[in-house]
T-cell receptor, first 113, second 113 residues
Framework: SQTIHQWPATLVQPVGSPLSLECTVE??????LYWYRQAAGRGLQLLFY??????ISSEVPQNLSASRPQDRQFILSSKKLLLSDSGFYLC????????????FGEGSRLTVL | AQKVTQAQTEISVVEKEDVTLDCVYE???????LFWYKQPPSGELVFLIR??????QNEISGRYSWNFQKSTSSFNFTITASQVVDSAVYFC??????????FGRGTSLIVHP
C-alpha cells in the first residue's frame, strides 16, 4: 500500500533562518506531488506541484522554493524565513491522472518567531 | 474558471443529530470530478469520496451519504447520527482537466457529546 510521510511535524524557527521540510512517498511510482499551506482561517493554498523529477510548478510567488531530487521525494525550502511563512504545511501525492484524489501527509506546523 | 463554495463556516450539533454540509461548485466543463476530504484535529486531510460528473447516483457509506445534483451544481455531504469523532473540518474540492483541484474554504463541524 502507498504511504506518505513528511517531517518534521513541528518546527519553531527565528525570522531569517533557513527552512527545509521533506516529504516522501512509498509504494507508488511517478506520483504527482504537492505542497500546500494552511494558514489561519483553514483555506488550503497550493504552493508547488510536480509531475516529475526536477519539474516544479509554482502557484504563488513567495519566499519559498521546492525541489524534487528523486521520484518520490519532495522538499520545501526557504533561505530566509519571514513571519508570514508561519502555518501548517501539507504534502500530498496523487496518481498521475487528472481525476486523481490527493493523499496527504501528516502535516508540518511551522512557527516563525 | 472553477470555484467551490462552502457557505457554512462552522456547524455545531449535538451527538446523534443528522447534519448536512453544503458544497456548491462552478465550472464550464462537462467532465469534472468532485471530492470530499476530512481534516480531523490532528491535521492530516483524509480523502473520503470522489464523484465524476457523469455519475449522479447518490452514495452511501455507513453513516455518510453524498447527494450530487448537477441541476443545482451541488455536492452535499450528510452525516447521519453524528458522533464526537466526526468533529473535523470538511473540504469539498473540484477538479477538471488538470492535476490541480480547487478546494472550498472548508466547514468546521463540531459535535458536542
Amino acid at each position: 500500500s502507498q504511504t506518505i510521510h513528511q517531517w518534521p511535524a513541528t518546527l519553531v524557527q527565528p525570522v531569517g533562518s533557513p527552512l527545509s521540510l521533506e516529504c516522501t512517498v512509498e509504494g507508488t511510482s511517478n506520483p504527482n506531488l504537492y505542497w500546500y499551506r494552511q494558514a489561519a482561517g483553514r483555506g488550503l493554498q497550493l504552493l508547488f506541484y510536480s509531475v516529475g523529477i526536477g519539474q516544479i510548478s509554482s502557484e504563488v510567488p513567495q519566499n519559498l522554493s521546492a525541489s524534487r531530487p528523486q521520484d518520490r521525494q519532495f522538499i520545501l525550502s526557504s533561505k530566509k524565513l519571514l513571519l508570514s511563512d508561519s502555518g501548517f504545511y501539507l504534502c500530498a501525492w496523487s496518481v498521475p491522472v487528472e481525476r486523481g484524489e490527493l493523499f496527504f501527509g501528516e502535516g508540518s506546523r511551522l512557527t516563525v518567531l | 474558471a472553477q470555484k467551490v463554495t462552502q457557505a457554512q463556516t462552522e456547524i455545531s450539533v449535538v451527538e446523534k443529530e443528522d447534519v448536512t454540509l453544503d458544497c456548491v461548485y462552478e465550472t464550464r466543463d462537462t467532465t469534472y470530478y468532485l471530492f470530499w476530504y476530512k481534516q480531523p484535529p490532528s491535521g492530516e486531510l483524509v480523502f473520503l469520496i470522489r464523484r465524476n460528473s457523469f455519475d449522479e447516483q447518490n452514495e452511501i457509506s455507513g453513516r455518510y451519504s453524498w447527494n450530487f445534483q448537477k441541476s443545482t451544481s451541488s455536492f452535499n455531504f450528510t452525516i447521519t447520527a453524528s458522533q464526537v469523532v466526526d468533529s473535523a473540518v470538511y473540504f469539498c474540492a473540484l477538479s477538471r482537466g488538470s492535476y490541480i483541484p480547487t478546494f472550498g474554504r472548508g466547514t468546521s463541524l463540531i459535535v458536542h457529546p
